[in-house]
Nanobody
Framework: QVRLVESGGGLVQPGGSLRLSCAAA????????MGWYRQAPGKQRVLVAD???????NYADSVKGRFTISGDNAKNTVYLQMNNLKPEDTAVYYC?????????????WGQGTQVTVSS
């Protein structure tokens, strides 16, 4: 089993910054992709950004130039640096991982962390 531990959410004013972290723990043979999704009230969960174990990144258009995703393979941890936050970034942010666990590729989700951008 794999457990994802998220941290770093909170309340911030527009234009501010937050850094989210997600650490994966468990019987992980290898990580393929780690990423962040978000879900605003009444809306579907959507991809924010993800990163492969090789360092290739992918961003939603709405966050390009403001958010940066990075990973530490040795620690099985992914970070999301969020700058110039806007009220429309308000959502619950979920960590997502694709990894090989005992020879099987599985997907895992974190419990979610609230990010609120408001003055």
């Amino acid at each position: 089993q794999v457990r994802l531990v998220e941290s770093g959410g909170g309340l911030v004013q527009p234009g501010g910054s937050l850094r989210l972290s997600c650490a994966a723990a468990g019987s992980i043979f290898s990580l393929y992709t780690m990423g962040w999704y978000r879900q605003a009230p009444g809306k579907q969960r959507v991809l924010v950004a993800d990163i492969t174990s090789g360092g290739r990144t992918n961003y939603a258009d709405s966050v390009k130039g403001r958010f940066t995703i990075s990973g530490d393979n040795a620690k099985n941890t992914v970070y999301l640096q969020m700058n110039n936050l806007k009220p429309e970034d308000t959502a619950v942010y979920y960590c997502n991982v694709y990894c090989n666990v005992k020879g099987v590729v599985r997907e895992y989700w974190g419990q979610g962390t609230q990010v609120t951008v408001s003055s």
